[in-house]
């Protein structure tokens, strides 16, 4: 693909996929004022305040979601298939009789399912001849899920009184502290055991990132133990300096190993033990 209809492609997908999330998170304001007015601090935002026209809300949800989906029919069908799995799943989430926001454990898997969507998202913007590694597809939903079972934590522990929980996030009147931290215990592990599964077959050099990989993961998790920490918004989180330099190190370390051979790593970790 030529360089020049790369950057084209890509400058629109990702005006696609921000207008397709647009939508949907004007859908969640929308749906979720009048639980927010039990937050301490969501309650001043627009919706619950009052201070936005619930119609022209709806016909912003609509407006965006069908020029993100137009967007996309100029990049390939699949890429609209994705966006449109994308606007669904927003649908699902937040829309009654379904509302799997008020679910537990449903809450988590299908809010951090966008993370794949989006990652398919991207990589069809790219190509459309190939998939990508389902354990890369799985581990990111499960990573995902990782981090929004904390910002659940985080909440939890903030708002402290169960009624006032419950009339916040539904989905929370289930759990307790010991039961959110098994979750999350389960969440992390299963991401971690798919980023292994993809790493052993297709780039064995990224298991030297283990380590940074694992102190992201640590450090994040102490963010849920913090009074009314990042972990409950995210937008602050680059305020984090532990965090941002573990995130950077990180990603950096990646970066290098994608392309660099270490054959000393093939070395150690080759099978001792013949495969049947």
């Known amino acids: 693909m030529p360089l020049g209809e790369l950057w084209w492609r890509l400058l629109v997908g990702l005006l696609a996929c921000g207008l397709v999330a647009s939508s949907n998170y004007t859908l969640n304001e929308l749906i979720d004022g009048p639980y927010d007015l039990h937050h301490p601090t969501k309650k001043s935002r627009p919706v619950p305040s009052g201070a936005v026209s619930v119609p022209l809300a709806l016909v912003q949800w609509i407006a965006l979601g069908a020029i993100g989906l137009g967007l996309g029919y100029a990049i390939n069908i699949q890429f609209v298939y994705t966006l449109a799995s994308l606007w669904v ?10 509302r799997s926001k008020d679910v537990p454990y449903l809450d988590v898997l299908t809010e951090a399912v966008n993370n794949p969507i989006r990652m398919l998202a991207g990589w069809f913007i790219v190509t459309s001849t190939a998939l990508p590694p389902a354990s890369l597809l799985l581990c990111y939903w499960m990573v ?3 981090l929004m079972a904390i910002k659940r934590f985080a ?3 903030h708002l402290g009184d169960r009624a006032r929980v419950a009339e916040y996030r539904r989905s929370l009147a289930y759990f307790t502290e010991d039961r959110l931290i098994v979750a999350i215990l389960f969440y992390g592990s299963a991401g971690m055991l798919f980023f292994g599964a993809f790493i052993m077959r297709y780039r064995l050099e990224l298991i030297a990132t283990f380590p940074l ?3 992201v993961m640590a450090r994040y998790l102490a963010l849920g133990f913090e009074e009314d920490s990042a972990a409950q918004h995210p937008e602050k989180l680059y305020r984090e300096p532990t965090l941002m330099a573990a995130v950077i190190a990180t990603v950096i370390a990646m970066g290098v190993l994608t392309f660099v051979d270490v054959p000393i790593l093939h070395r150690i970790f080759s099978p001792s033990i013949p495969p049947r």
């Not at 799943?89 to 379904?98: D, E, K, L, Q, S």
Request: charged share 10%; net charge neutral; with cysteine.
């Open 89 to 98: 799943m927003g649908c699902v989430y937040n829309i009654p009789p379904v």
């Open 144 to 146: 995902g899920c990782y």
């Open 155 to 157: 909440e939890f522990r």
């Open 213 to 215: 990989v694992a102190l």
